[in-house]
């Protein structure tokens, strides 16, 4: 863990935006701008996915962004790299401490073989993913990969599995990574109700962003 914290004045943001719980939201930022991700109430998990915006066929690579900076999970100095093999964003600053780029995404098929046939129709990362790409028009099915886990703990078992433990942030922690060009994001405010990753309540997110 590198825990830092940001000088940064959520009043001189330049955009903010609450994504509702279970809810998508997809939007840009510029290179250079700075992004914040704000668990508002505490454990809940925000799928991430990252695009450059003038070429969204390179996208973040977590294979390329774990080999390069020998480390499993995300925190302050990790650089996201993207399918390319360039720089798309840096963690500045983290008050969590770790986040998963290994557990992926739920979707109504892991729901179904994880849990049970009866919650493959429950509403899951992967569908929002698609509606706000469906809405937005410059992503498709075929654009939605290997994602990012803001604030989940997902920890890496010794005979090397993976579990989902309850989270390790809490109400107000955040983390905050600047644009190396110009990125589309895109994310999902999990609303997994079947795992404790987001406390068995999913709450809302803010998003912040400054020039």
């Not at 770790?98 to 739920?106: K, S, V």
Request: with cysteine; glycine share 8%; hydrophobic share 35%.
């Amino acid at each position: 863990m590198n825990l830092v914290t940001s000088s940064l004045n959520p009043t001189d943001a330049v955009f903010r935006h609450e994504i509702p719980a279970g809810e998508p939201f997809l939007f840009e930022i510029k290179a250079g701008q700075t992004l914040r991700l704000l668990d508002l109430e505490g454990n809940q998990a925000i799928d991430t996915l990252f695009y450059n915006a003038r070429e969204p066929r390179e996208r973040y690579d977590p294979q390329r962004t774990m080999r390069r900076q020998g480390n499993a999970y995300l925190t302050t100095g990790s650089v996201l790299y993207s399918s390319f093999g360039n720089p798309l964003l840096t963690i500045v600053a983290d008050t969590c401490g770790r986040h998963d780029t290994l557990g992926g995404a739920c979707a109504q098929e892991s729901n179904m073989v994880r849990y049970d046939a009866e919650k493959r129709d429950m509403h899951s990362c992967r569908d929002n993913f698609l509606c706000a790409c469906l809405h937005d028009g410059r992503l498709q099915k075929r654009d939605i990969g290997a994602n990012v886990n803001f604030f989940m703990n997902v920890p890496v078992t010794p005979e090397g599995g993976l579990t989902f433990e309850d989270g390790i942030s809490a109400a107000g922690k955040y983390v905050e990574l600047r644009a190396h060009c110009d990125v589309i994001v895109l994310i999902s405010n999990c609303p997994q109700l079947n795992n404790p990753c987001n406390g068995w309540n999913p709450t809302p997110a803010e998003v912040l962003v400054w020039n």
